[in-house]
């Protein structure tokens, strides 16, 4: 069972910079997608960003393009989003998700198997 924890959530100001980390286990293979999904107040679940364990294939949402950064860190299992200049409507539950590949639905990521609790992200204006 893939396990996955987030971490770095919390409260920053607009214009600021914020990296969420998402700690990973059990995978079964060496190939593997893992990325973010945010959720705000009021709003359905969003697909942020998606790397794959190759790194070769990453996807941003339109949102973030420009300001937000996925990596990942293979020997430690390790997801990362830096978070450059976030604005007031970034600010959202933060979910790790994880599956074998980045499932898209046209320009969109979809449901993936495995998620993480999620941690809270908030911007300031």
């Known amino acids: 069972e893939v396990q996955l924890v987030e971490s770095g959530g919390g409260l920053v100001q607009a214009g600021g910079s914020l990296r969420l980390s998402c700690a990973a286990s059990?995978?079964?293979?060496?190939?593997?997608?893992i990325g973010w999904f945010r959720q705000a107040p009021g709003k359905g679940r969003e697909g942020v960003s998606c790397?794959?364990?190759?790194?070769?294939?990453?996807y941003y949402a339109e949102s973030v393009k420009g300001r937000f950064t996925i990596s990942v860190n293979t020997a430690k299992n390790t997801l990362y989003l830096q978070m450059n200049s976030p604005n007031p409507e970034d600010t959202a539950v933060y979910y790790c998700?994880?599956?074998?590949?980045?499932?898209?639905?046209?320009?969109?990521?979809?449901?993936?198997?495995?998620w993480g609790q999620g941690t809270q992200v908030t911007v300031s204006s």
């Open positions: 059990g995978f079964t293979s060496d190939d593997y997608a």
């Open positions: 998700a994880a599956d074998l590949a980045c499932w898209m639905s046209g320009s969109n990521l979809v449901e993936f198997a495995s």
């Open positions: 790397i794959t364990s190759s790194d070769d294939f990453t």
